[in-house]
């Protein structure tokens, strides 16, 4: 505790993020102060329910899942696309009210001094979503048979096996399929038995089909704005992320390959978009979930949430437990990280 502060005979007790002043009366008053060393994720949930209209609003949570507060109640709209400035003071998110009209609006950290803005900053309209992980390749072909490989094949005719080093050159993927096994013809469950992961430094090889998790993998996920960059190394976290089809019903999943372990980790029951977090050993997640059962209904939903992946590939979700929800988009203030703000941009469309 500091020293008192003569002018209002105040005392003031710092935590990471909030200061607190105790006034002699006993009532007490809190101002964020940005410069902590914890992160916090702001993300607008609309929290499906059985019967009415539901709404999104802002959900506060710190980095390890607990909920600090909601920042926002009003139901006159859909709040969305919450993002921290860049020096985490202030929350900007878009209201689209039901008319269509479409306001902007700012709130803190605390909930506090909510207000709707004439015009969203600039910082706001030019944000765009983080780089993330896909399997979005428009310009090559999608199956990985047919991809091109850093190394030339020995003959004209022959197609290249696709190959891919780590950025640490300790091991690389060879994507091999078998003309021979029906699951390889195909992607789904059961393709990708035959993939290789080879230690560079031991030559040890050892089959994908071979590893704990395995359930089938097909396309070699990469980050969207560097289509070149196939794997996710920070610290001690050394991932790769792949893709499979399931079914008509289910459409793709998505699974980590722990080189660590080495094992495979399924991220999702349906699709998961993963989110770097430069500096720091943990990844996000962007999470499908289809056929959802609506609390107090008989009815599902497709519904999506954000994640949180450390090292060890456990998994955190900021959201209600055995909640229905759709996420609007989500930001990630880092104090002390290089981005400091990790954003999902979405709109309620």
């Not at 992946?309 to 930001?331: F, H, T, V």
Request: glycine share 8%; hydrophobic share 35%.
């Amino acid at each position: 505790m500091t020293q008192p502060i003569p002018a209002r005979f105040n005392f003031r007790c710092d935590d990471p993020l909030h200061s607190w002043n105790f006034a002699p009366h006993g009532r007490v008053f809190a101002a964020w102060e940005a410069g902590g060393d914890a992160s916090e994720i702001v993300i607008a949930i609309r929290y499906l329910q059985a019967g009415g209209t539901s709404h999104s609003h802002l959900y506060l949570y710190g980095e390890d899942g607990k909920l600090l507060r909601q920042l926002t109640n009003d139901d006159s709209g859909q709040d969305s696309a919450p993002i921290f400035a860049p020096d985490g003071n202030v929350i900007v998110f878009t209201r689209e009210e039901t008319n269509n009209a479409r306001e902007f609006w700012s709130v803190d950290p605390l909930g506090k001094a909510l207000k709707k803005l004439e015009a969203a900053p600039d910082w706001y309209s030019s944000a765009k979503s983080s780089p993330y992980f896909t399997n979005v390749e428009p310009e090559e072909p999608a199956s990985p048979n047919r991809s091109v490989s850093p190394e030339e094949s020995a003959s004209p005719s022959a197609t290249a096996i696709p190959t891919y080093k780590s950025p640490d050159g300790s091991v690389e993927l060879i994507l091999r399929e078998d003309p021979n096994d029906e699951d390889d013809q195909i992607d789904g469950p059961g393709h990708g038995k035959h993939y290789l992961l080879r230690d560079l430094k031991t030559a040890q090889e050892t089959e994908f089909g071979k590893l704990p998790g395995f359930y089938g993998v097909f396309g070699l996920l990469h980050e969207n704005q560097d289509k070149d960059q196939h794997f996710l190394f920070e610290g001690t976290l050394h991932v790769a992320f792949f893709d499979l089809h399931l079914n008509s019903t289910d459409g793709d999943t998505v699974f980590a390959l722990d080189l660590a372990g080495p094992r495979l980790v399924r991220l999702s029951p349906n699709w998961a978009a993963p989110i770097p977090l430069p500096g720091e050993a943990a990844f996000l997640t962007f999470t499908e979930n289809r056929y959802v059962p609506i609390p107090g209904s008989k009815k599902t939903a497709n519904c999506s949430y954000m994640e949180h992946w450390d090292e060890k590939l456990s998994e955190i979700r900021y959201a209600r437990e055995k909640s229905a929800a759709l996420c609007y988009g989500a930001s990630m203030y880092r104090p002390g990280k290089n981005p400091s703000v990790i954003t999902l941009r979405r709109t309620t469309d």
